[in-house]
């Protein structure tokens, strides 16, 4: 079993940042991959970024790409997502996922989840 609390969310400006992470615990928790989702009021879920458990490959959804990057400590067991030049339509809650399969990952259906972490992002 993987847990995974995710914490750095907030109410920030528009052009503004904010780092989120996503603690792991469990024995096997530095060998998932790992991303992070979000989900605005009334939309469905919607992948932003993945990371392969080694940290070599990431990958972005379009709407994201050049603003927020993934990373990951293994040490600490923590992926981040830092997100730069926010605007109003990233404002979601956003949650950390986990899975031995980055391809399970980047469809949604990986077996660990967070409980997520409101961004909210003002004009």
């Known amino acids: 079993q993987v847990q995974l609390v995710e914490s750095g969310g907030g109410v920030v400006q528009a052009g503004g940042s904010l780092r989120l992470s996503c603690a792991a615990s469990?024995?096997?928790?530095?060998?998932?991959?790992m991303g992070w989702f979000r989900q605005a009021p009334g939309k469905e879920r919607e992948f932003v970024a993945v990371?392969?458990?080694?940290?070599?490959?990431?990958y972005y959804a379009d709407s994201v790409k050049g603003r927020f990057t993934i990373s990951r400590d293994n040490a600490k067991n923590t992926v981040y997502l830092q997100m730069n030049s926010l605007k109003p339509e990233d404002t979601a809650v956003y949650y950390c996922?986990?899975?031995?399969?980055?391809?399970?990952?980047?469809?949604?259906?990986?077996?660990?989840w967070g409980q997520g972490t409101q961004v909210t992002v003002s004009s």
């Open positions: 996922a986990a899975d031995r399969a980055y391809g399970v990952v980047v469809r949604g259906t990986a077996a660990y």
């Open positions: 469990g024995r096997t928790a530095s060998s998932n991959a």
């Open positions: 990371i392969s458990w080694s940290g070599g490959t990431t």
